[in-house]
C-alpha cells in the first residue's frame, strides 16, 4: 500500500533549543498576511461551507523567521471537535483504496497565512511496514499497529476524528475487543532498519 506522501520532520535537539529560544514575550502576537479573500467558485459551496480548522487558547510559543515563522498551540477547534496534544487520530486517506494513517498529535502550528498544521508521530499499519529482505510484517491480530519515532506534517483538516490506542508491553495479555475497542501496539518499527522492537514497560514511561 503506498503511503500518504508526508513532510518529514526534523527532530534533532538543536532544531528544538532554536525554536524554544523563540518563545513569545508577553503581548506579542504575529501579525495576519494581507490579502484580498476571493468569493467561492462555483460547485465549491459544500467545501467552503465548513470552516477552517482554528487553534484554540494562547499562543505557547513561535518558531522559525519571515514567511517560514509559526506559531505554536496546544489546542485546535474543527468540525466542531477539539484536539490536543497527544490525541491519537486518524488522517483522511488520499485515495478510496488507501486506509487511513494514524498518529499521534506532537505539536499544533499555525502559518502566517493562517493554515492550521499537525506534526504527528506515525504508526504503520503493518502491510505499510517494509521487510528487510521483501515482504512486509505479519501480525497475529487485525487491530494492530506499530508504533514508530517517524514524524510527520499535515494540514489540520486531514483529521478526521480521534481514535484509541491500547499500548501492550511484551508478556501482557491482549485487552478484550469488546470491552476495550481500538488499535493494540505491541511494536516498535524501526522504518531505517526495517525491523521490529517489542515495547517494555520502561518504553511507556
Known sequence: MKLRKFAQISTSEEEEEEEMSNELEEGEILPPEEGEILPPEEGEDEEASQEDPKPVG????????????????????????RYTIED??????????????????????QTIDGMVMV???L?????????????N?????????????????????CVMH????HFIPANMPLPDCRKHPGFIIRQ???AAEQKLWKITKKDLH
Not at 139 to 156: C, G
Open 137 to 157: 510484517w505479519q501480525t497475529s491480530d487485525t487491530r494492530e499497529l506499530f508504533y514508530s519515532t517517524h514524524r510527520v506534517e499535515v494540514p489540520a483538516k
Open 119 to 121: 506534526t504527528g508521530q
Open 88 to 109: 491519537p487520530v486518524l488522517l483522511a486517506p488520499e485515495t478510496k483504496e488507501q486506509k487511513p494513517d494514524i498518529v499521534i498529535i506532537k505539536d499544533i502550528t
Open 58 to 81: 494562547k499562543r505557547v510559543r513561535f518558531s522559525g523567521e519571515g514567511s517560514e515563522k509559526k506559531s505554536h498551540y496546544k489546542v485546535f477547534e474543527f468540525s466542531g471537535n
Open 162 to 165: 480521534k481514535c484509541v490506542v
Open 188 to 190: 516498535i518499527y524501526d
Open 123 to 135: 504508526f504503520y499499519h503493518p502491510e505499510d511496514a517494509k521487510k528487510k529482505g521483501g515482504g
